[in-house]
């Protein structure tokens, strides 16, 4: 069986799949890997590198694409025409696809991986339970996303955010409030503690009171009413009138802060407005909001993504991809949890087998022999017809 790693041709995307260290955890008898020349490049590793390891580079992706039985990517493939290159169009029948697939939202790509009778699992669906830890990617770039988020926040605010004191006197620390305790969030606000910040945490479940506390970061709690995240481990629609009282909430804490870093998403909606055009005009001149939900629309009215905008005083950065930003890092930690998947995927004589008895195969698992089979995705484009 042949594995094969493209190149991400997203403009943006500075990821690699996988990385040579994780090579030797993918060995095994009758599995050739196969990666396309510059893979790695952005994360400055090397074809020679890949080589050594063990892979095949080929330099044609035309080629890589057309022998996969499986391939891997960071990003969805292509699959249009006047694109750089039509990946979906390169892969055969039958052949299997493990990317991020966004297939909540991107139901024209799952309905052409169905009629294209493509295999695909898509690593933004593997449920977060505690055997898929090492496989969550999500978790993983959410960590790097909210690193950067307050590095960002830190960069862009006319202030420090330590006390210091000096000779013209005492400098009071920054106020930051970072809006979902997920993780994204619990990494803003470490980093922002340890930037010597006073941060507050908004979030609807109580279960991560301990955990904001723990950081040394005050916990304001959001009374939800009902569940706030569904069976998978996703955060789940609570609603307009919730997140209307949301907004009322925080609005007085948004006026507090000199920093704001917003990381409420739900999978397959829209993210949930938060910060309102009002609760902007109540912020103090100079202070910053992050929004990490610009991808999904924004928890900020004012919002536009991947842009950096100005309005009331304050300014406002919506960036959309923030790990590929730290590629080297972002690939290593990428590529861990992927290699950590494909172990469910591989059976020990290197070829594929598609258990829908477990869960993260089932959780992942988007389309199979020509039919959309993920109960997800079924009611989000429509009932299991053969497209």
Known sequence: MILSVAREVKAGEHRAAIVPKSLP?????????????????????T??????????VVDDAQTLLSQADLLVKVQKPTCRDDAERNELAMLQPGAALVAQLD????????????????????????????????MDVLSSMATLAGYKATVMAADELGKIFAMMMTAAGTIAPARVLVIGAGVAGLQAIATARRLGAVVKAIDTRPAVAEQVASL?????????????QDAGGYAADLGADFYRREQETIAPHAAE???????????????????????????????????????????????????????????????????????ALASQMFSRNVAAFLGELLTDD??????????????????????????????????????
């Open 350 to 387: 290197g070829q594929l087998r598609i258990d829908t008895e477990s869960e993260i195969v089932r959780s992942a698992l988007i389309t199979h022999e020509g039919m959309v089979v993920n109960r997800a995705v079924l009611d989000s484009v429509g009932r299991g017809q053969r497209p």
């Open 216 to 228: 040394g970061a005050q916990f304001v709690a959001l009374e939800a009413g009902h569940e706030a």
């Open 25 to 45: 955890r993918l060995a095994r008898p009758g599995l050739q890997v196969h990666v396309e020349s510059q893979l790695g490049l952005h994360a400055h590793l």
């Open 103 to 134: 297939p909540l939202n991107d139901h024209d790509l799952v309905r052409a991986l169905a009629e294209a009778k493509i295999t695909s699992l898509s690593l933004d669906r593997i449920p977060r339970i505690a055997r898929a830890q090492s």
């Open 257 to 327: 802060a000199d920093v704001v870093i917003t990381t409420a998403l739900i999978p397959g909606r829209r993210a949930p407005v938060l910060l309102s055009d009002e609760t902007v005009r109540r912020m103090k001149g100079g202070s910053v909001i992050v929004d990490l939900a610009a991808a999904a629309g924004g928890n900020c009215e004012l919002s536009r993504p991947d842009e950096r905008t100005e309005a009331h005083g304050v300014t406002i950065l919506a960036p959309l991809n923030l790990p590929s930003q730290m590629p």
């Open 47 to 56: 074809d020679e590198a890949y080589a050594e390891a063990g892979a095949t």
